[in-house]
T-cell receptor
Framework: DAKTTQPPSMDCAEGRAANLPCNHS???????VYWYRQIHSQGPQYIIH???NNETNEMASLIITEDRKSSTLILPHATLRDTAVYYC?????????FGAGTRLFVKA | NAGVTQTPKFQVLKTGQSMTLQCAQD?????MSWYRQDPGMGLRLIHY???????DQGEVPNGYNVSRSTTEDFPLRLLSAAPSQTSVYFC?????????????FGAGTRLSVL
């Protein structure tokens, strides 16, 4: 599975969009991009995933570049409850490897 | 629908003791995994299983054993606990289809080894 690189931390003002970047330059054609988040010490929670097209659901939007070497998770109107660690994962096989993620702080 | 259930929620062991962390899922998922998370760190994959009778090692398998006799259960065994195994352990399950690799996590087991 391809490796991912994320910034260790980011800040966002409440009510503004949070844009979380992820680099996955070694991604292969059959690998998907998945995003999870972990609030406090709870188990990670699925957010969204995509292969090559942009995706949107009730929680977030996922923008994948045309060369698929990077992606951005967008939380359109961040709230204090969105403060969490966000993990970008690239996987196409059996194993799902988590990196260190990005710690997002949403501030009032 | 209970999802992924882990027991116990908390456990304190002495060095050298053995124990089994239990994980059960009721979603008929083929894939199950065990992760550990040390304070301030991301999750690291210990072992995973792609179906009953099939298991494989993840990133940090040493000191842990697993077995998968049924689709529902995936216990993790610590053979001889060490302080370095103090961590939060998460079990996860997901369906086989890679296009829907949505993992469902349990609430975790917080383990302290003294």
């Amino acid at each position: 599975d391809a490796k991912t690189t994320q910034p260790p931390s980011m800040d966002c003002a409440e009510g503004r969009a949070a844009n979380l970047p992820c680099n996955h330059s070694t991604i292969s054609g059959n690998e998907y991009v998945y995003w999870y988040r972990q609030i406090h010490s709870q188990g990670p929670q699925y957010i969204i995933h995509g292969l090559k097209n942009n995706e949107t659901n009730e929680m977030a939007s996922l923008i994948i570049t045309e060369d698929r070497k990077s992606s951005t998770l967008i939380l359109p109107h961040a709230t204090l409850r969105d403060t969490a660690v966000y993990y970008c994962i690239v996987t196409g096989g059996f194993k799902t490897i988590f990196g260190a993620g990005t710690r997002l702080f949403v501030k009032a | 629908n209970a999802g992924v259930t882990q027991t116990p929620k908390f456990q304190v062991l002495k060095t050298g003791q053995s124990m089994t962390l239990q994980c059960a899922q009721d979603m008929n998922h083929e894939y199950m995994s065990w992760y550990r998370q040390d304070p301030g760190m991301g999750l690291r994959l210990i072992h995973y299983s792609v179906g009953a009778g099939i298991t494989d090692q993840g990133e940090v398998p040493n000191g842990y054993n697993v077995s998968r006799s049924t689709t529902e259960d995936f216990p993790l065994r610590l053979l001889s606990a060490a302080p370095s195994q103090t961590s939060v352990y998460f079990c996860a399950s997901r369906p086989q289809v890679i296009a829907k690799n949505i993992q469902y996590f349990g609430a975790g087991t917080r383990l302290s080894v003294l």
